[in-house]
């Protein structure tokens, strides 16, 4: 326990000197890695403890980035970049999650989808969120008399919240809550049978989920300092999809895992061929036939305990 | 600690001072000899790949022409693939600026990854040709002395349409474009000429995008009583118009016109017969009548397996001349990038679609014509866009630019 702990604060330190050793772009390439790192472990939470397979992530994180990149632009503070975008996704979650979680199975990801695209086609098509070319020129905040632009103070910045991110929902998974979900994921008739309202802890993580992928779209805006309704589309929940299965569902670092391993390949097997999307889909269905649990799953050998 | 430490210590610090004193002779050395990088940001997976491999392939054209070598320096073409999605494409742009530390970058198709690579590309001072992306904003309250575009801004193949139309058609048009915004600022680009040359707007409808029934707007198109139509759509979108357009009936009485992404090459074959006498505007088209054009023609079929140019082809050659004359006349020094920025916005040369020539208010090219080119067939180029007409010198406004002229 104490190990593990030391474990991930050397890793944390690790990432937080990273600049000091490797040049901008591959600074850039972790700092994505790590917004995308958050985004799949916030989905993590539904996919791999509540059992929930959402195809409708991409509305959070699209929420998070609109409303960072609309709260910013009026004035660059703490609570434009976090608070705000947080707010919007959590009530935008309690709202689909309201609906959604009515249903199970391929329902409940037609119906996840679909509410997800509302938001894709109406940020596509209207002015005041700069239609099909989103909101850019965003500033990024200042905090604490910090001014984010640096380049350095911005990497500090994000190498903690994310940290703080991957603490919180740590803490989750482990909680009695968490628990709850597993087992929800287990047998929820028979978790309904014992006695916990399952409905409402349902809606609880799918409530937690969308806000923390709030947050995720929100640092996206604070890192390339503009959004596009890109980020709705339903492609941005399928990539994530894949990051959370290459890494390893139910591990939460391995979503993170997985969003290294698939940006990286990404960017790097691109620069090289144009059929870097055979690699990808290769490697998808090679994890998925021998390594099912993944790169964590592969890596403990699938005797390892769950974490 | 050990007794080398002090002996090691030296040795690294006198190696460290050397090099540092050398330094920046080596990388200035190296900034005049070594290759001149272009990176290049287009999708090349998807359907958009098309568009990407056109410019790719003409700016090679001119490239290998020149032996891949420009004032005794080797061009370096670095390619990659934005997939057509903003996230990928300002990682790229970031690589190629970061890591690759290009020269000069080209790209892309996407406007949305053209507005998210804008600050990156202006704040870094990196020179950025255009090579396809329409948005206005660029040309407008967003340009950049850093930023030049060799292709279009939106405005320019539909504005002089309003006018011309209204004079050769009909006065009374009906438009029809896809529900987004640059569908709907062509249409008001288009009614800038339109209606003070006495033209009357009947009706106007936006169609979601990606619709494949046009049947009820057609049938409002019939009603509405117009005896024109002017549209814009792209890819399958327009495919699926023009044909409908014909299976409908409609081309008997209404003239259908649009801007000239309408019938380019690369929907022209699946629409066919139903294209015919569509008379569109576009700054290009292949049977161009002038000898450069003829040259750029015979040389792409003879390169590509007799692939017909198309405007992104005649996009890509643009963008490598000026890459090269630009070059030529700063001596390859790639370094004082002030005197090269100016040197691109004094560049002039006869290009397949005419004489051209940035506007220096924008950086945005002033198209030598918006050809108005009608759908026939004809013998050496099959099914193809025959100019009829032509506008000369369109200059996009700029409006809210404030470079320096």
Redesign the interface.
């Known amino acids: 326990m104490i190990a593990r702990l030391l474990g991930v604060g050397a890793l944390v330190v690790a990432a937080a000197v990273f600049p000091a050793v490797a ?4 600074v ?2 972790l700092q ?1 890695i790590l917004v995308w790192g958050v985004f799949a472990m916030s989905l993590d939470l539904l996919l791999g403890y509540a059992g929930m397979v959402s195809f409708g992530h991409s509305a959070f994180f699209g929420i998070g980035g609109y409303v960072a990149a609309l709260a910013l632009k009026q004035s660059p503070h703490l609570l434009s970049a976090l608070v705000l975008p947080a707010l919007a996704a959590a009530l935008a979650a309690l709202v689909i999650g309201f609906f959604s979680i009515r249903v199970s199975g391929v329902y409940f990801i037609m119906l996840t989808l679909a509410l997800s695209q509302m938001f894709y ?1 109406y940020a ?2 209207v ?1 005041w969120l ?5 909101i ?2 965003v500033p990024r905040p200042r905090l604490l008399g910090l001014d984010l632009a640096n380049a350095t103070a911005f990497h500090l910045y994000l190498v903690a919240l994310i940290g703080l991110a991957a603490l919180v929902l740590w803490r989750v998974v482990r909680s009695p809550f968490g628990h709850v979900l597993r087992g929800i994921q287990e047998n929820e008739g028979r978790m309904e049978a014992v006695g916990y309202a399952v409905q409402r802890y349902k809606l609880v993580a799918f409530v937690m989920a969308g806000t923390l992928g709030g947050v995720a779209g929100s640092l ?1 805006t604070q890192f ?3 959004i ?4 709705f589309f339903w ?1 941005t929940s399928g990539e994530a999809l894949l990051m959370v299965i290459i890494g390893g569902t139910g591990t939460l670092w391995g979503a993170l895992l997985g969003a290294g391993a698939f940006i990286l390949l ?2 790097l097997v ?2 090289y061929t ?1 059929r ?2 055979l690699i990808l889909g290769l490697t998808f269905v090679l994890f998925v036939l021998f390594a099912p649990g993944g790169i964590v799953g592969a890596l403990s050998g699938r005797v390892g305990r769950r974490a | 600690m050990d007794q080398l430490t002090r002996r090691r210590f030296l040795r690294t610090a006198s190696v460290a001072a050397a090099g540092a004193a050398v330094g920046p002779w080596v990388l200035r050395a190296e900034g005049q000899s070594g290759p001149v990088k272009i990176g290049v940001v287009l999708p ?2 998807g359907v958009y790949a098309v568009l990407g491999e056109s410019i790719t392939q003409a700016m090679e054209l001119v490239f290998a022409r020149e032996n891949w070598t420009v004032a005794g320096r080797k061009i370096e073409m670095i390619k ?2 934005d997939e057509m ?4 494409g ?3 742009t ?2 190629l600026i ?2 690759d530390k290009v020269d000069i970058l080209t790209g892309p198709v996407h ?2 990854i053209l ?2 690579m ?3 590309v202006h704040n870094s001072k990196t020179i950025l040709i255009v090579s396809n992306a329409g ?1 206005d ?1 660029i040309s407008r309250e ?1 340009c950049s002395r850093w930023i030049f575009r060799t292709s279009f801004s939106n405005w320019q193949p539909c504005q002089p349409m309003g006018g011309w139309v209204a004079k050769n058609v009909s006065k009374e048009v009906f438009q029809i474009a896809p ?4 569908g709907k600022d062509m249409m008001a680009a288009f009614r800038e000429t339109f209606l003070p040359a006495g033209g009357k707007l009947i009706a106007e409808d936006y169609p ?2 990606g619709e494949t029934d046009y049947a009820p707007y057609i049938t409002k198109i019939k009603q509405s009583g117009a005896k024109a139509v002017f549209a814009f759509f792209s890819g399958t979108d327009a495919v699926n118009f023009v044909k409908q357009f014909d299976q409908f009936g409609l081309k008997q009485t209404v003239r259908l016109t649009g801007a000239g992404f309408l019938t380019e090459p690369d929907v022209l074959p699946a629409q066919g017969k139903s294209a015919l006498g569509v008379l569109t505007g576009h700054f290009y088209t292949p049977v161009l009548d002038n000898p450069v054009n003829k040259q750029f023609v015979k040389d792409f079929k003879a390169r590509y397996n007799n692939k017909t140019p198309d405007g992104f082809a005649c996009q890509g050659y643009d963008t490598a001349e000026v890459i090269l004359r630009a070059l030529k006349a700063v001596n390859g020094n790639t370094q004082a990038k002030d005197k090269l920025v100016d040197a691109i916005a004094r560049v002039e040369f006869d290009s397949p679609r005419g004489r051209f020539r940035f506007d220096p208010k924008t950086h945005n090219v002033i198209q030598p014509f918006i050809y108005v080119r009608e759908v026939r067939e004809v013998p050496e180029f099959g099914l193809t866009n025959v100019p009829i007409d032509k506008v000369a010198d369109v200059r996009d406004p700029g409006t809210g630019c404030t470079l320096p002229a």
């Open positions: 040049g901008a772009y591959p850039k390439l994505e086609a596509f098509q002015a700069g239609a099909e070319d989103g850019i020129g996206y390339v300092g503009s596009t309704p890109d980020a492609t990404q960017s691109s620069s144009e870097w999307m | 090349y997976t990659e693939d999605k903003p996230p990928v300002i990682r790229k970031e690589k970061d890591s406007s949305g507005m998210g804008r600050d990156k948005a904003a967003r529900n987004y915004q640059a979601k995008l």
